[in-house]
């Protein structure tokens, strides 16, 4: 395959293992980072060496500028966009009850303002034959306690999908999110005990966390010529953890 792919929080995590399959995968990558630079130049620095094309560029997705500034930068750098894979998200775990709105609203304005202004964006400048991703989670079937703010903003992340692959009825670009079970990131391994990581390994049939790579190869399948008649759906790689 070949084209350019936007990859957002590509700095660690699920998004790094994106930046570099999508990048094996043949893919000149824009390897966007939040705030840690060191990290994202390393994901591009592995990318070149592997022969591949690569880039990192700062934006914060929360921001219409930033993310404005993003695609513009990537179309001045390859040309023109193919695939955008929106991974940056937080998850700090706070009780409804607690009632702590600035919590609430981080979440909100990273999960699900960020998708929008990334989806946005991808409607805009994604070619014929393109492929936008989106990140949702597959707790939103579990309800676990603390996980309000996370689980209400990716439930409007998987809206915006199923929306978006409408409007751009005609254009030939597909729409999906990827829901995740627990992966082993330090997004999810961040807070919790030894006991509460166990507790969660065990509730997949599969008996173990998923990892980074695990998710890649479900977008790698979504952005490559096999993904091209899946539109607008939420495909749930979790292990049978939900």
Known sequence: MSGTAIVTGASGGIGRAVARRLARDGFAVVANYAGSASRAEETVAE??????????????????????????????????????????????????????????????????????????????????????????????????????????SKAGVEGLVHVLANELRGRNVTVNAVAPGPVATELFLSGKTEAQIEQMRKLPPLERLGQPDDIASIVSFLAGPDGAWVNAQVLRANGGFA
Request: aromatic share 8%; charged share 15%.
């Open 47 to 152: 990318i070149v060496a592997s022969g591949g094309r690569a880039a990192a560029v700062q934006a914060d997705v929360a921001s219409a500028a930033d993310v404005e500034r993003l695609f513009k930068t990537a179309v001045d750098m390859f040309g023109s966009v193919h695939v955008v894979v929106n991974c940056s998200g937080i998850m700090p775990l706070r009780p409804i009850a607690g009632g702590d709105t600035e919590a609430f609203d981080k979440v909100i304005a990273t999960n699900l303002r960020g998708t929008f202004l990334v989806l946005a964006q991808a409607a805009q400048h994604v070619e014929s034959g393109g492929r936008i991703i989106a990140f949702s989670t597959s707790v939103i079937a579990k309800a676990f306690p603390t996980y309000g703010p996370y689980i209400a």
